[in-house]
């Protein structure tokens, strides 16, 4: 489909602002050294086998109500969009219902833009808790998908976004992850595992390309979800064998 003029013009304006701001993907002070499950909200989900605490958990979202009832209280690592925040529609209103009282480690929201005194009031209204907390805008978001994997994603629209959750395992790989395996994220989908509402998941092409993409390129991505082996061709995970718990460090692309 050709771009329209409105969309040739954002996409050669974020170009620019892209190489001017020279952005830095998101980094952990300490990196991760071992597996790390990548846990989202789709309706059906697998805790990983051998799954224990040697593994590292990033949750997306309200994905918290499921890692919780693997025995996991406050994961490592959450992403959270923006709208999670302060947006009126059922998503939304259903994520702030299920993270109340609830706690994370470090804590990323995406592309939040009224700065950090706003990000707290707006936390501290549903009573969600964090040890550290990081703003990642979208030139960082780019910078990671890049850095991983090489290619650039500008984020014109629905379509050339990769989800939240495929950011996740990005950021995993970045961060040191022997292996990322995902639960509860599937391109195919509808719905989430926290509400009713079989709400359709944007994102479908782009997620699978860059999950695929890793795969070509030698990165240690799996998942737990049987459904998703099949669909997407991502490998099952079948446990901490050795071929699977210290896959050789991968290079990232150009």
């Not at 059906?44 to 693997?70: A, L, M």
């Not at 979800?225 to 050789?248: H, Q, T």
Request: net charge positive.
């Amino acid at each position: 489909m050709t771009a329209s003029f409105s969309e040739t013009k954002l996409l050669l304006f974020r170009r620019l602002k892209y190489v001017l701001r020279r952005p830095k993907p998101p980094i952990l002070t300490v990196p991760f050294d071992g597996p790390v499950v990548v846990v989202g909200s789709a309706p059906v989900s697998h805790r990983p086998v051998d799954f224990d605490n040697t593994f590292r958990v990033i949750t997306i979202n309200g994905s918290q109500t499921v890692s919780r009832k693997w025995g996991v209280a406050v994961p490592d690592v959450t992403l959270m969009q923006y709208r999670q925040l302060d947006g009126m529609n059922t998503n939304a209103i259903e994520v702030r219902r299920v993270l109340k009282g609830e706690r994370t480690g470090m804590l990323y929201v995406l592309l939040w833009r009224k700065g950090l005194a706003s990000l707290n009031a707006h936390l501290n209204a549903f009573d969600y808790h964090y040890d550290k907390v990081q703003i990642v805008n979208r030139y960082e978001r780019i910078a990671l998908v890049e850095k991983v994997c090489g290619l650039k994603v500008f984020e014109i629209d629905a379509i050339s976004k990769c989800s939240n959750g495929v950011i996740a395992v990005l950021f995993a790989l970045l961060n040191g992850a022997t292996a990322v395996i995902i639960s509860g994220i599937n391109p195919n989908s509808t719905g989430h595992v926290y509400n009713q509402e079989n709400l359709s998941r944007l994102h479908v092409e782009m997620d699978s390309e860059i999950l695929l993409t890793l795969l070509r390129q030698g990165y240690p991505v799996y998942t737990a979800d049987p459904e998703v082996a099949k669909s997407v061709g991502l490998p099952l995970w079948e446990g901490k064998a050795p071929g699977n718990s210290s896959p050789g460090q991968q290079s990232c692309g150009t």
